[in-house]
């Protein structure tokens, strides 16, 4: 044999798959298809947003809404991958950043996260960073350039949320050490898209004609799709956040469908009792607060408390809704009053609420531990800290490289024939030419 066969033969073996790796003592077989089929409906939760989103904007705008959310399914995962993982979760690093041996998602073969192997660990976080990003895309929808969004999303995923998941989630993170519960990503996932969303939609400033213009949803049936999907892909994001099959994910699974339950009703509730009718667009609006206050509550609290949680958190995201055109700039889809809100919402009550009958690591200000809700207020306001400043100082930067808003003509002509030369209907209206109503709910 050739010294160049001899040397290429064990890459040849290993590309090829004709070694089988050694499974690693203590790998459960059971969590880790348990966290497979988790990862599978935290993907699923992408393009449930992406069709969510879709439904609630013009008939010319939903192609870039939608391809937003396609768009960070692509932009996450390859910066994840290349560089977020380590900087969130790499060995060796410190209270502020991870280690750098894992550029790459290298040097991990045969380790484990628990008892599932360290990729697919790093998998499921994937996904969390994907549909994060997916969601600050609903602040920006029908104004924002497609160039600018991708890459500041890039720059976001690397310099926002892979910081905060390593402050919240690392042992080495200094919210971690402090002693945050946030089971499924209240402060990393929630706060910090509706914070940033609220900074984008400022920077960029209204679309054109707000407060006076505001869109109808142009699908509401794609709303409701939306909302089922997202609905059934929660129960991997938060049940999988527990990574083991086992009474903590089983509890995280009830909380999930208790909350989004509360909420929903609650919504409803509120539109009655304003003197309108309950809408279908208010109850998926209300679905998506319950799912999103529990998260990071759901493995801590008993179902009661998931009640609670849901429907308070309801409560404030209506309010602000129904006056958000008094109160906040054109964020478009209400990320911050319905993903920003809730989340502070749902992290805070975790702090009184949280039952170390459920999960022993969990113990709140009714089970005696007056302190953890003062944590859990440091989580919220490091987080919305470091989502403001950033988002601010990121999308700053995107625009020395290039203009972050179409011009005036283009908003006009509308944002899918503009930046994508295609349209979701044929024949759709241009955007700023259909009857339009204030508020989506």
Known sequence: MSPLVRRAAPLLVTLLGGVAAAQPQGLNGADTAFILLCSALVLLMTPGLA???????????????????????????????????????????????????QVGLGNMAGDLTGTIPTPLF?????????ITLAVVSGSVVERMRFPAFALFGTLWVLCIYAPLAHWVWSPDGWLFKLGLLDFAGGTVVEVASGVSGLVAALVLGPRLGFPRLVSVPHNVPLVLLGTGLLWFGWMGFNAGSALAAGQTAAYALLNTNTAAAAALLSWLLWDQVRGGRPTAIGAATGAVVGLVAVTPACGFVTPGGALLIGAVASTVSWFLVANKHRLLPD???????????????????????????????????????????????????AAAALAGVGTFALLKLTALLTPLRLTQQQEVRGVDLSEHQEEGYQEAQSPLAAPVFVGHD
């Open 51 to 101: 069709i969510f989103y879709g439904g609630l904007v013009r008939a010319g705008s939903v192609l870039n809404t939608m391809m937003m959310s396609f768009a960070a399914m692509g932009i996450a995962s390859v910066a994840w991958v290349a560089v977020g993982y380590t900087l969130a979760f790499g060995p060796d690093g410190n209270a502020l950043i991870g280690g750098l041996s």
């Open 122 to 130: 790093a998998v499921f976080q994937i996904l969390f960073a994907v």
């Open 331 to 381: 964020d478009a889809l209400d990320v911050f009053a319905c993903h920003g809100t809730a989340g502070v919402v749902g992290t805070l009550l975790t702090g009184v609420l949280a039952s170390p009958a459920i999960n022993p690591a969990g113990k709140g200000l009714l089970a005696g531990h007056a302190a953890q809700l003062g944590t859990q207020l440091v989580g919220v306001l």
